[in-house]
């Protein structure tokens, strides 16, 4: 079976992935002692990420070491620079990269975003199955997950779990 | 108890309740032989009805009669027209009216759209009640659900719905 490239995000209900200035603090009021909302499942099924060079450098703000050094890693970026391990800063052609992985043999392929290179990816119609956790809050601004102006793509819903502090995950693959 | 004011709405994932020229025709890829999506019960359980001038018109140009001609219904516009029997249509100001409605004895209060009415409500935060079906496809263009700069409010998640042509519906509730 190919592997499929998927894309595993939270979102506020009217469609924002953070608040101006990447604030998710939003994400708190999901937050429960040993509730993971199938995260380590859902990465133990992929070894391969690709994320953009801003997240990168936003998450690299955030902690010591960069949480997929384990895992193969593209970073999507305009300028180049040395790989760090496994991890790779990657300036070529977006859809001819996934084309290659998704050619290769391997488990499945993790977007990480964000929003820049989720909407590129989907410009593509190369998302293959979409994991959206909605948060329950509205928020009026910030980074959207979805642009406009994206290629019409019919999907099918896969599942839908319902967690006690109100989030709701979905889980679509593409295509009808 | 005081009557709520529900907004009972479809929405593509990307947030669109309408694609360009009111375009519905997504719509189709839910519609299922005697599966109305709980809009029966929904619509026992209010009598009275918010709908937009626009929204409005555009109801009566595909079909013969009002559907809500057996509820109170106010058309919010800005050029008063003569009612025609419970069908009123107001000039003054919105929140007032629903803050006077929700005051009043009876049934909850249905917001039927459209999207200008929604977000002027939402500014507000007069939506006590959100009932969101959501349809397996991302369109890219048309009208949105959200306006962008809305002031943040917390949901509290009610139920989930999933059904078998992949539309899940979303209930919640106005606050934590």
Redesign the interface.
């Known amino acids: 079976m190919q592997r499929k490239l998927i894309l595993y995000i939270s979102t506020t ?3 924002f992935i953070a608040k101006p200035n990447d604030d998710l603090s939003f994400l708190s ?1 999901v937050e429960q002692e040993g509730e993971d909302y199938g995260y380590a499942d859902f990465v133990a099924s992929i070894d391969t990420v690709i994320m953009g060079r801003k997240t990168y450098d936003w998450v690299m703000t955030q902690v010591p070491v960069f949480p997929h050094a384990d895992k193969t890693a593209f970073i999507i970026t305009r300028t180049a620079r040395p790989s760090i391990g496994n991890t790779h800063f990657y300036t070529g052609n977006l859809k001819e990269l996934v084309q290659k992985l998704k050619a290769e043999p391997g488990k499945n392929i993790y977007c990480d975003g964000g929003a820049a290179i989720v909407n590129e990816l ?1 410009k593509d119609r190369l998302i293959d199955e ?1 994991i ?1 956790s ?1 948060i ?6 910030g980074t959207k ?13 896969l ?2 779990k ?1 967690f006690d502090k ?3 995950q ?1 889980h ?1 693959k593409y295509g009808e």
């Open positions: 209900l009217d469609g009021i989907l979409f959206i909605v329950p809050i509205l928020v009026g601004n997950l979805f642009n406009n102006e994206l290629p019409e793509q019919q999907l099918t819903l599942s839908t319902q109100g989030l709701v979905l679509y």
